[in-house]
Every structure is written in structure tokens, then in C-alpha cells.
């Protein structure tokens, strides 16, 4: 009884320094908490649906922002990857009758395959070149949708999947759970050393290759990392609208993930899901006025670009947070004196 | 079919020129990913549909006036909204990318998403090694190309010129040598601007306007400076034509083309980045480090 009690009071002593002591973290925990809680409350179908569609789409700005933000490998194509699973899972489910358990995991690695097809080629690009060519796979990919329609329905795409699960309580449970999760790992993998590693070549790829590291397999391992998350926001996404289509491949798409990224925050995971929570559910909620909503929306990204060029959550969270001038370790903005090592705070 | 191929990819080829040559413009000397060049492109377009069919002006005096009012608005939003952030990269690409959907649904907002047209200015046509040429057609060939040649000799043989392929070149040393980095940088937005305003007052008599129609230029202008290498004028110039010829033979000699021709313009491009990562005429840019 005393060791339970033991372990109780080590698990909050860790819980309450090293999560209730910044509040970006507190805000994290609260985040979660109330998503999961949120169905207890309401079971509004039109507002789950929406956080449904919510969920997928941060699982794909995470990943872009992992393989964009994290490893400098601008990529204005990801609508790819989303598509390419997309597709990937309509067919086998409809062909091969796979159930959605596992015809997502097996198109997120078609996605995988698809980031290997574009990293290769890509290997040799970097900056402006490596974003403009990485824009012309999706436009490839829907050329060839459109001209062999037999397998791929065409501009009408291809229906007819079967649901996610049987129920919409279901979808978004499953959804905001690997959203959740997908998130953490993503954080994870930016934090282990071979995010590091990915974080080094970002800021200069020259330095990291001449300290005896491969750089080409880390930028191909990024490339297939980000297309398998995005590939499993892809199958998500079939399977709940339960059509694969073109919108999935379109420019469009790719556009609006990096509007989500940059406005959330890139470099940082956490950064580009808030921008899909934020920049999602208010493109929603702007329906009423149907004509002037996107006229709206793009103001808005605009007008908080010019004040807030690193993106909203880094913004926040310089106000609310100081890094300490000594150790680098993240205190709450009340604090004098830094909570590790004592030392000032300006 | 043959003569068909070639007057389009020379008139296509032409404007794809234009665009890119501009878009070129602006990378080089700014560093600016410009998304919303074809954007204004197309509002150029649209004020020289509003200047004939509501107020009606004759189109040769609507389309001076639309491309100087373009040019203004594109210096007005470059100092309010690029300026600013200039020196957050990917703030400034979405910065574009926003400023082009405002363009965008602005014009849906204010015409509906309905095809338009502005009547040819003459018409009339030749019949040149057989096959009917609309004035038109030759008319807009003819400017494109005037076009392409004032903008040669701007960029060669004015004080002008010199100063922007020296921001272009290395912008500190410009900026030491006297030339106002600033100023040379919203000129150099002025004026790739307004050839985009001028590719589209080429177009408005041979195409239809609509709300998208930027999409697909973009595209291929993307494709087109990517082929040529970034920030090289020659390149753009010289790509811009394969790609237009390349769409052209796809649209006319392959069954479902019209769906292809993007794709084959683009494998293309990719083909020639897998031999030459850094284009055609690649320029080579001092790496920030």
C-alpha cells in the first residue's frame, strides 16, 4: 500500500514539475483532455463532423511540418501523399474488400512509396527548387487520374467505401485518438537524436555532412516518415467522406496545408495542429456568409502574417514563456529567476 | 496541324515568357516567391473586361490603363503586406499564396464564376503556308515578342537595368556600391507586375476569363523557372518555350491530351532537374549560411 502510495506521489511530483509548470504544456494537457471529453457534452453530428475533418488535417500539417519545418525540405506538393493513400485505400478497400484496419496502414505505405518516388529525385534540390518541383508531382498524379478513369473514377473519384466505423461517436473517437497519439509520436521522433540530426540539416546541411553523417538517408528517412503520417490522415479521410476524388491531388490542397503550418507556427509540431484548430473550424464557421467566406479567410492569415511573421503559437508563446539566458530550459514569464539552474531572467 | 502547333506554341510559348521572365525578375532581385504573379495576370485581364463592357472604352485605351493600374496595386501590396515580413521566407510565400486567393475571390465575388470574353480587336485573317491565321493571333504574337524585346533591352542597356542584375547578383554589394536595395527591389515588383498585367491584356482577346484562370499559368511558370533556373532570365526565356511547345504537341497529337498536357510539361521539368539540379541556365546564388 505504502509503494502505490510511493509511486502516486512520484508520478505527481513529476506531473507537476515538468507539466503544470509551463503553461504551453498545461495548455496541451487541457487540449487533449477537453477533446476527448468534448462528446460527453454535445453530440452535435454537424460539430464532430467537423472536428472529425479537424483531426485529419492536423495529422497532415504535423506531417508536413516534419518533413518542411523540421528537415528545411520545403514541400509544396503534400496534397501527394494525402492523395496518393487516399486513392490507395479506396481501391483496396473497394477491390480487395480490406477493412479500413487495414487498407489505411497499407495506403500510408503507398504514401510511403509515393515520398520515395518524389525524395529521390529530389535529393539533389534544395530551397525554391526543391518547393516548385515538389508542386508538380500532385499536378502529375491528377493528369494521369483523369486520363486512365477505369481505375480511378475520373473527376468523380471513387465511392462507395465503407465507414470508418459504424457510428460518428466512433470516427471520432478513432480520429482524435490517433490524432492525439500521431501528434506525440511525431514530437518525439523531432525531440530523439535523429530529429536532431533533421533539425542540423535544416540549418546547414554542408556542416552536418562534413561531421560524418549521411545526410541523403536522413532526408529520404524524413520524406517517408511524413508521407506515412500524412498517408494515414489520407486513409482517415476516405473513409470518412468515403470518396477518394481529385480535390485530394489538388493545389489547392497543398496550399492550404502550408497556410495551416506557417500560421500556426512552423518548427514545431504543435504549432501547425493549433493552426488547423484555429483556421479549420473558422472557415466553418464563416459559412454564413457563403460569397465572402474565403475573401475572409485569406485576410485573416494575411493580417496575422504581418504582425506575427513567425507564426501565432511561437508568438504566444514568447509572451507567455522566457528561456532562461544560462541553461535554455523554458520558464513561465512570472518567474524572476530560472527554475533549473537560479539564474536571472531579463 | 503542324502550322496549328506552331502558332500556338509560339503564342503560348510568348506569354509563358512574359510571366516567367517577370516572376524570374522578382526572385532574383528580392528573393520573393511571387505565387500571386498569374493572379494579377488575371486581374489585369478582368479590368480590361470591366473597362470595355461597363464603361466602355475602347480596348486599346482600356489596356495601357489596366496595366499601369495593376502595377500600382502590385507596389501598393508589396509594401504592405511583403515588405513588412520580408525576412521570413515562408511567411512571405503564404503571405502570395493569400494575396492571390483575395484576387481570386474578390473577382468571384464582384463577376460570379461565369466564363467571359472581350471580342477580338480586329479581325480578319491571313492565310499563311495554308492554314488561317487570325490577326489576332498575329497581333498578340507581335506584341509579345515587342514586349519580350523592351524588356531585353531594359535589363541590358539602362542604368536601371545594371542596378537590378547587380541586386540580383549580390544584394549587400549593391547596396554598398549606392544602389538603394529597398527602392531597386519595389521597382523590380512594379515592373514584373505589370508584364504580368501585359501577358494578360495579350490574352483577354483569345481567351475566356474566369476566376481560375491563374491556376493553370502559375503552373507552368512555376515549371518554367524551375526548368530554366531560378533568377535566370535566358533560362526563363528559353523554357518557357519547350514547355509550350511540349503542351502544344501532347494537346494535338495524344488522345485524352488535354488532360496530359500539364503532366507531360512537368515530367519534363523533372527529367531536366534529375541532369541539371539547377536548371538550364541555373544561376548560381551565394548560399546564406
Known amino acids: 500500500m505504502g509503494l502505490i502510495a510511493f509511486y502516486f506521489r512520484k508520478v505527481y511530483t513529476l506531473f507537476k514539475g515538468e507539466v503544470l509548470v509551463l503553461p504551453s504544456r498545461t495548455v496541451v494537457l487541457i487540449f487533449a483532455v477537453g477533446l476527448l471529453a468534448l462528446p460527453l457534452f454535445t453530440d452535435d453530428p454537424y460539430l464532430l463532423r467537423i472536428l472529425i475533418l479537424t483531426n485529419i488535417f492536423a495529422i497532415l500539417a504535423a506531417s508536413w511540418d516534419l518533413l518542411s519545418g523540421f528537415t528545411g525540405q520545403m514541400n509544396f506538393g503534400h496534397a501527394l501523399f494525402f492523395g496518393v493513400a487516399a486513392y490507395c485505400t479506396a481501391i483496396l478497400n473497394l477491390r480487395l474488400d480490406l477493412p479500413p484496419w487495414l487498407s489505411i496502414p497499407l495506403g500510408a505505405f503507398g504514401a510511403v512509396l509515393a515520398g520515395l518516388v518524389v525524395g529521390i529525385p529530389c535529393l539533389r534540390l534544395r530551397g525554391t527548387y526543391l518547393a516548385l518541383t515538389t508542386l508538380a508531382f500532385p499536378i502529375i498524379l491528377l493528369g494521369l487520374v483523369f486520363a486512365i478513369p477505369d481505375l480511378t473514377g475520373g473527376e468523380l473519384g471513387i465511392s462507395g467505401i465503407d465507414r470508418l466505423t459504424g457510428s460518428r461517436m466512433g470516427d471520432y473517437y478513432v480520429t482524435s485518438v490517433l490524432m492525439l497519439v500521431l501528434g506525440f509520436v511525431m514530437w518525439k521522433i523531432t525531440d530523439s537524436k535523429k530529429g536532431i540530426i533533421l533539425h542540423a540539416i535544416r540549418e546547414d546541411e554542408v556542416a552536418v555532412r562534413a561531421s560524418g553523417i549521411n545526410t541523403t538517408r536522413y532526408k529520404l528517412m524524413a520524406f517517408c516518415l511524413s508521407g506515412f503520417f500524412a498517408g494515414v490522415a489520407g486513409g482517415l479521410y476516405a473513409h470518412i467522406m468515403r470518396t477518394a476524388g481529385p480535390s485530394t491531388l489538388e493545389v489547392a490542397l497543398s496550399f492550404q496545408i502550408v497556410i495551416w503550418a506557417v500560421f500556426g507556427g512552423m518548427v514545431s509540431i504543435y504549432g501547425p495542429v493549433a493552426g488547423v484548430f484555429i483556421l479549420f473550424p473558422l472557415l466553418e464557421f464563416l459559412r454564413f456568409m457563403p460569397k465572402m467566406r474565403m475573401l475572409v479567410f485569406a485576410f485573416i492569415v494575411l493580417m496575422t502574417l504581418l504582425y506575427m511573421p513567425q507564426g501565432l503559437i511561437p508568438w504566444i508563446r514568447e509572451k507567455i514563456e522566457k528561456e532562461c539566458p544560462r541553461c535554455k530550459i523554458r520558464n513561465v514569464a512570472t518567474r524572476k529567476t530560472c527554475r533549473i539552474c537560479t539564474a536571472e531572467l531579463d | ?289
Do not use: C
Open chain 2, 1 to 289: 496541324m503542324i502550322q496549328n502547333i506552331i502558332i500556338n506554341g509560339l503564342i503560348n510559348g510568348s506569354i509563358y515568357a512574359l510571366l516567367a521572365i517577370g516572376f524570374s525578375l522578382v526572385f532574383g532581385v528580392a528573393r520573393i516567391v511571387n505565387i500571386a504573379h498569374t493572379a494579377f495576370y488575371m486581374l489585369a485581364a478582368y479590368l480590361i473586361y470591366v473597362g470595355f463592357h461597363y464603361l466602355g472604352i475602347s480596348p486599346y485605351v482600356a489596356m495601357p490603363i489596366s496595366i499601369v493600374i495593376v502595377g500600382f496595386l502590385g507596389v501598393v501590396s508589396y509594401k504592405l503586406f511583403i515588405n513588412p515580413i520580408r525576412e521570413h521566407e515562408a511567411a512571405v510565400l503564404i503571405a502570395t499564396i493569400a494575396l492571390a486567393m483575395v484576387i481570386q475571390e474578390a473577382l468571384l465575388i464582384s463577376f460570379g464564376g461565369h466564363y467571359l470574353g472581350v471580342p477580338p480587336l480586329i479581325s480578319g485573317y491571313a492565310t499563311i503556308a495554308g492554314v488561317k491565321v487570325t490577326y489576332q493571333h498575329l497581333l498578340a504574337l507581335g506584341v509579345a515578342v515587342l514586349a519580350l524585346i523592351g524588356t531585353w533591352a531594359l535589363m541590358m542597356k539602362t542604368r536601371l537595368g545594371l542596378a537590378l542584375r547587380a541586386t540580383a547578383q549580390d544584394r549587400e554589394v549593391a547596396n554598398l556600391m549606392g544602389m538603394n536595395e529597398a527602392r531597386v527591389a519595389m521597382l523590380t515588383m512594379g515592373i514584373s507586375v505589370m508584364m504580368a498585367a501585359l501577358a494578360g491584356a495579350i490574352v483577354v482577346p483569345l481567351f475566356v476569363l474566369d476566376p481560375h484562370m491563374w491556376m493553370h499559368p502559375l503552373i507552368m511558370m512555376l515549371a518554367i523557372v524551375v526548368l530554366g533556373g531560378l533568377g535566370s532570365i535566358k533560362g526563363s526565356f528559353v523554357g518557357a518555350y519547350i514547355l509550350a511547345f511540349a503542351e502544344v504537341l501532347v494537346v494535338f497529337l495524344i488522345p485524352m491530351g488535354a488532360y496530359l498536357k500539364g503532366s507531360v510539361a512537368l515530367s519534363i521539368m523533372i527529367l531536366v532537374l534529375l541532369i541539371r539540379p539547377e536548371g538550364l541556365f541555373g544561376v548560381h546564388f551565394e548560399e546564406e549560411r
